[in-house]
């Protein structure tokens, strides 16, 4: 069973074209991470939210974290090829231990 | 500000060997992580340490697995007997301590084949 569902889990657009990636659970998550990673390397941390209903934005990435705590979305606009890659959420649960649970991640391809 | 280190970043091992992964956290950061990759698949959660201390090892298989954080030094991920099925990326993580202890940066990991 995922606990983390992503969707879709791959994605091809055209640059200067927006787009959102979902990640949703029945679960409460205390916080929700969202991460990039490249072909034969590690993920690399974008954002964090940890409060239910919070946005935050880096540049052209806007993160929202639902109401209740259970999904969240990444938003990206005018996407460009350097956006290319493999983006993952990963939640720490509500009244767990430390670690996170993942999804299998979104592969997003920008064809220039 | 070095970031995780892991190390070896390729590691070939035949049916049967030992494999021991090495992970030095960030500076300044006393909790260490590691998961398991596999190809199509997730990062799976493996096992949370503190030094010297083993916190949480709920996915980590009960047999021919396991991890140490020393006080002094890398933790070790060692895998004994290694088998085909081992082979996958290892990553390891960090995080500091008090409220943002869950927020983990990860390593470039450590990827195993098994002969």
């Not at chain 1, 990636?21 to 034969?40: A, H, K, T």
């Not at chain 2, 021919?64 to 088998?83: N, T």
């Amino acid at each position: 069973t995922q606990l983390l569902e992503q969707s879709p889990q791959f994605l091809s657009i055209q640059e200067g074209e927006n787009l959102t990636v979902y990640c949703n659970s029945s679960s409460v998550f205390s916080s929700l991470q969202w991460y990039r990673q490249e072909p034969g390397e590690g993920p690399v941390l974008l954002v964090t939210v940890v409060t239910g209903g919070e946005v935050k934005k880096l540049k052209r990435l806007t993160f929202q974290f639902g109401d209740a705590r259970k999904d969240s979305s990444l938003h990206i606009t005018a996407a460009q090829p350097g956006d290319t890659g493999l983006y993952l959420c990963a939640g720490g649960l509500q009244g767990g231990s430390e670690k996170l649970v993942f999804g299998k991640g979104t592969k997003l391809t920008v064809n220039p | 500000n070095a970031g995780v280190m892991q190390n070896p970043r390729h590691l070939v091992r035949r049916r049967g060997q030992e494999a021991r992964l090495r992970c030095s956290p960030m500076k300044g950061h006393s909790h260490v992580y590691w998961y398991r990759q596999l190809p199509e698949e997730g990062l799976k959660f493996m096992v949370y340490l503190q030094k010297e201390n083993i916190i949480d090892e709920s996915g980590m298989p009960k047999e021919r697995f396991s991890a140490e954080f020393p006080k002094e030094g890398p933790s070790i991920l060692r895998i004994q007997q290694v088998v085909r099925g081992d082979s996958a990326a290892y990553f390891c993580a960090s995080s500091p301590t008090g409220r943002f202890k869950n927020i983990q940066y990860f390593g470039a990991g450590t990827r195993l084949s098994v002969l």
